[in-house]
Structure formats: structure tokens, C-alpha cells
């Protein structure tokens, strides 16, 4: 209660700041300035959540008795990122610590577990072990595991061996609530069927969204425009940032070739390949009119925007980490944190890494391809985080049960853990100013969900990620010579699905 009181007395205090800031613009007429649409037509539901918003209470009974049963989730882990954000934060806290997304967890749970008399507990697994532990029980019909998320650059062949439930028909979970992403729902599901959902329960898929930094002493001693309001007025293109690198990238040793003592206009990584076409508006898997995946890459304008991106991935004022000696996330991090780059390729996880830094940076959604683009969007990277599913072994009473208490964790969530990320973690804790927190809005509310990121049909998602590195320019040509096979691939998990739904 102290701390619930606190939070609502630092909020009373920061609104007359906040109302001035705005210069009578509301929050919605920011979104439609900076994206050309209404929050409401961005397709994310249940991210933002203001200190406005009127709570909205799920459709389940508030108390329950399930005799102390246990809601076991299984996580993936990766041991060289066990002391960062990208290990899950979100599902389990063993305690009080005073970290605010630990302690909004933790309250979470306790509330949820007092109520429907349950215990919450988790498990890690290694990367290359939850296939396997999975894939043993379901062939035994072990029922441990009530809950999944297996990293998604692993799970495509998971969620191609009908090993989950259909969340869509899970008793309970509810997409219209605000607390389930209905992009990612409306993105990813098949037919009728839903393996994966991304939901407020979880930030981790927030931390994974992608997005720009740039550093903010550059921009003044180069007297670079106002990139906030270039955002906000649709002119945050990929033509801007290059034009901007190229004029700010410095050979510092004066060797004539740019290295890692330089300064580069751009730091990157493969990763801007997929993120930075997502950005340009398209998609590799979309839907057709029964519902069904189809290969939809391969238009005029889907060359074109690609054929921008392995372009600006050539230049000498781009540096792509992977392609350096160190490829270390966390010393890439650091060549911008000491000022060899005016942009740096990110995703949100960055800005926590960064907090205790002495970077003074700012925060830009992926650019445009062009200023006649409706908006722009957010790619959800498929290296560092999961989505939420249920193994096929759970049924019954316990998949009743099950869908209850993960609709209650959502809405707890949606009102607690999400406000604490979004409003006192990434905005006023490691941001580093008020416009990056608009930045944020934008982009956490146009993330993308493509089912070829899950799914990686005929492995197509990695070989267009490869476009870019490999300098890849008749595009054209190697899409017609993937088309059939990436279809068959496609057809094949359609065909699954709809046998399953028929099940």
C-alpha cells in the first residue's frame, strides 16, 4: 500500500510537468501526429497503459480455491546473458529486493497466488535442452510443464510438431482484454489456431522490440535537426539517417579505412537487415482470405525497400558488429557508450544495459522507408525473447484452471508490472528524456509479429536476414528461386494446423 501511494504521489507530482510539455496536445494526438494513425488503428492492444486509463477487470471470479496446485512455467535461458535483462524478470520473484519490475512481480504473484490459493514457479532450461524436454513430455504425457516460452529463434520446428494447446480456445483467456497483444494474436494465428501470444504478463518481448539510439552531443555538435520532431512530422525516413551518418562518420586514426577506433555514423549489426525492412512496412508470411499463412515477399516494393537496407549496410559509415573481431553484445553496447557512433541499432533491453552509464542518448523508432509510409513500426526480434504457450499435455480441469489464473496474472499485470517498465523504468528511470519517452509510445505500440520469425518457413527468415551481410543485390531473382519451396514449407504447417483444429 506505501508503495501504491508513493507511485500515485510521484504521478500527482510530474503532472503539471507533463501538461506543459505537451502544449495542449494529448497523448493521442501525439500518436496520430508521429504516426498517421490513431492508437487504436496501430494494432496493439494492452501495452501503454495510462494513469488515466479506467481498470478493466476480467470476465473470471476474483477468489478461487485450486488447493495449493502449482503453475509451473518453463523458461528458456542462455548462461552468457545470466546477468542481463534478457533473462525472464517478468513470471517469478523470490522476494521484496526494492528493483521495481522484481517487486511489481512479485506483488503480482503473491495477490494471484493468495487469491486462487496456487503457487507460481519456475523453471530455466538451456536453449538447446526445451525442444528436447518437451518433446518427452508430450510423448509421455507428462503434465509438469503448465507453461512455455521457448526463445523463438528455436522454436520454429517446436511449433511445427503441434506440441501446444490452441490459446484461442484455452477457457478463460480473453483477446479482446487488453492485456493479450491482439496484433500479435491477430498476426500469428492460423486458421483458427494460436500457438504463441504475447501478453502483458511478460516485458521480455518489449525488451526484444527494435529500435534507434542516437547519441544526443553528436547531434548538437554537428548541429543535426530535431530528430524528435522529424518523427513526429513522418520525415524519419532511412534517407534521413544516411544522409546524416555519411556527414557525421570521422576517420579518427586518419588511416584512411574505418575501424572500431573510428567514428561510425551508424553502429549496427545483421540484426538492421530484418529489423530496418519491418521498419519499411512489410511482411514475409501474411494471411490470405481463408485464413491461411501464404509466402506474400517478393512485390516491387518489397524488393525495393530490401535492396535500400543491404544498400545503406554497404557504406563505410555503417559498422556491423557481427562482422568484427569481438562480437559481443555487450562490447558493442560499450563502442557507443564511448562515442564511436551517432546511431546505434538496438532493442529496448538496451536502454536498461545503459542506465548507469554516463551516455546522454536518445531514443528513435526504426526509420521509414519513405515520408509517405502511414507509420512506423517496431520489429520483435526472435534472438531474445519467447511468447507464451501451453503444451498439449495440459487439458481437462487443469486447462480450465490454467486459463484463469493466466488471465489473472494478465490483468494484474496489465495494471502493475506493465505501468512499472514502461512509465517508471524505461521513461523516467533510463531514459534520458521526456521526447524518448514519447518515442517509446510509438514504438512499443506498432511492434510487428511476423510468422516467418516463428515459424521460419523452408528457413527462409534467416536467409533474408542474410540479404544485408552478404551484400545480397538481385533479390528478384533468389525470391523466385525460393518462392516454391518456402510455399511447400508453408503449406505443410497449414495443413497441420487445419488438421488439428478438425481434431
Not at 528478384?476 to 528461386?481: E, F, Q
Request: proline share 3%; charged share 25%.
Amino acid at each position: 500500500m506505501k508503495r501504491i501511494l508513493m507511485i500515485a504521489l510521484c504521478l500527482l507530482l510530474l503532472l503539471p510537468a507533463v501538461v506543459s510539455c505537451s502544449s495542449g496536445t494529448s497523448n493521442a494526438e501525439e500518436d496520430t501526429a508521429a504516426t498517421g494513425t490513431t492508437p487504436e488503428a496501430s494494432g496493439e492492444a494492452g501495452t501503454e497503459v495510462s494513469a488515466e486509463e479506467e481498470r478493466v477487470k476480467p470476465d473470471i471470479p476474483e477468489k478461487g480455491d485450486y488447493g495449493g496446485d502449482e503453475i509451473y512455467f518453463l523458461v528458456w535461458e542462455n548462461q552468457a546473458w545470466a546477468d542481463t535483462v534478457r533473462q525472464y524478470r517478468d513470471i517469478y520473484a523470490e522476494g521484496i529486493t526494492g528493483e521495481g519490475i522484481n517487486d511489481a512481480v512479485y506483488n503480482r504473484n503473491v495477490l494471484i497466488e493468495t487469491n486462487y490459493n496456487v503457487k507460481i514457479t519456475q523453471e530455466r532450461m538451456g536453449l538447446g535442452e526445451i525442444d528436447g524436454a518437451v518433446s518427452k513430455a508430450v510423448n509421455s504425457g507428462d503434465t509438469t510443464y503448465d507453461v512455455i516460452y521457448p526463445r523463438l529463434y528455436e522454436a520454429a520446428a517446436m511449433y511445427q510438431k503441434n506440441y501446444f494447446q490452441n490459446l484461442l480456445a484455452v477457457p478463460h483467456i480473453d483477446f479482446d482484454k487488453p492485456w493479450w497483444n491482439s496484433n500479435c494474436a491477430q498476426s500469428l494465428s492460423c486458421c483458427g489456431i494460436l500457438l504463441a501470444a504475447a501478453t502483458s504478463i511478460n516485458v521480455n518481448d518489449i525488451d526484444a522490440t527494435a529500435a534507434v539510439a542516437f547519441s544526443k552531443p553528436e547531434a548538437e555538435n554537428n548541429q543535426i535537426e530535431d530528430l524528435y520532431s522529424a518523427v513526429r512530422e513522418g520525415t524519419w525516413t532511412m534517407d534521413k539517417l544516411s544522409g546524416i551518418a555519411e556527414a557525421v562518420k570521422r576517420d579518427m586514426d586518419g588511416n584512411g579505412t574505418m575501424s572500431e577506433d573510428d567514428f561510425y555514423g551508424m553502429l549496427g549489426a545483421n540484426d538492421v537487415m530484418t529489423s530496418f525492412w519491418h521498419g519499411g512496412g512489410g511482411i514475409l508470411c501474411a494471411k490470405n482470405d481463408e485464413d491461411a499463412f501464404e509466402f506474400t515477399f517478393g512485390t516491387e516494393h518489397d524488393i525495393d525497400v530490401a535492396l535500400k537496407v543491404v544498400n545503406l549496410m554497404q557504406q563505410d559509415w555503417f559498422m556491423n558488429h557481427h562482422k568484427i573481431t569481438n562480437t559481443d553484445d555487450a562490447y558493442y553496447t560499450q563502442l557507443f557508450e564511448t562515442g564511436h557512433g551517432m546511431f546505434f541499432w538496438m532493442r529496448l533491453d538496451e536502454v536498461t544495459n545503459m542506465r548507469n552509464g554516463d551516455t546522454d542518448f536518445g531514443i528513435l523508432p526504426t526509420p521509414k522507408y519513405d515520408e509517405s509510409q502511414d507509420r512506423y513500426y517496431s520489429f520483435v526480434s526472435q534472438h531474445t525473447t519467447g511468447l507464451m504457450s501451453i503444451p498439449i499435455t495440459i487439458a481437462g480441469d487443469k486447462l480450465d484452471e490454467l486459463g484463469l489464473i493466466l488471465e489473472a496474472l494478465a490483468a494484474e499485470s496489465h495494471y502493475t508490472v506493465i505501468p512499472e517498465y514502461i512509465e517508471l523504468s524505461l521513461k523516467t528511470k533510463h531514459a534520458r528524456d521526456h521526447e524518448s519517452g514519447e518515442m517509446l509510445d510509438i514504438i512499443i505500440n506498432n511492434r510487428v509479429f511476423d510468422p516467418m520469425t516463428i515459424y521460419d518457413f523452408g528457413g527462409f527468415g534467416n536467409h533474408f536476414q542474410g540479404y544485408g551481410p552478404n551484400n545480397t543485390t538481385d533479390i528478384a531473382s533468389d525470391v523466385k528461386k525460393q518462392a516454391k519451396i518456402v510455399q511447400k514449407s508453408i503449406d505443410r504447417v497449414v495443413k497441420k494446423l487445419q488438421e488439428y483444429g478438425e481434431a
